[in-house]
């Protein structure tokens, strides 16, 4: 289950969620996950994410995603066994993951692909980092690269 939270309202784009609740599905379908699974998606604006950003990582500015794992997993190796679970339904705890609106706005624009095309890549970004991704190093970069085109390509917006 993916679970939508606006801090936010009036963010000025209402398919928001039906999207990245989408992308996410589609991400964890690609990977692997096939048991029953919860991630929280915050949905808001660039102040609250900056005040997130500082508060979580130390990273005083906004960014356009931020992510955090409930666990320690290998990317392309999804096991369940190795997630908390929900007590009464069993689900793994995949994690959080907060996205900017006016921020997949703005790079959406900047970028040329439009909003719709940021906000599930963001998504998918985010979903894989739940998933043990990372691209801190160049062969990971191009791992966690490889598979956001192919979950991309899967939703019908790649590049």
Request: aromatic content about 6%.
């Amino acid at each position: 289950m993916t679970e939508i939270t606006r801090t936010r309202r009036n963010l000025g784009h209402p398919e928001t969620a039906r999207l990245v609740k989408r992308a996410v599905e589609c991400a964890l379908r690609a990977e692997g996950v096939r048991c029953g699974y919860i991630v929280d998606v915050t949905l808001t604006d660039d102040e609250t994410i900056h005040e997130i950003n500082l508060a979580e990582r130390q990273v005083d500015r906004p960014t356009d995603v931020l992510s955090f794992p409930m666990n320690e997993l290998i990317p392309g190796e999804f096991d369940p066994e190795k997630c908390e679970r929900e007590p009464d339904t069993g689900a793994v705890f995949l994690g959080d993951m907060v996205i900017s609106i006016p921020r997949c706005a703005e790079q959406g624009e900047e970028y040329g692909h439009g909003y719709r095309r940021e906000v599930s890549y963001l998504a998918v970004h985010s979903a894989l980092h739940l998933l043990g991704y990372d691209h801190m190093e160049e062969d990971d970069k191009r791992l966690m690269r490889e598979r956001e085109d192919a979950i991309m390509e899967i939703l019908g917006i790649g590049r």
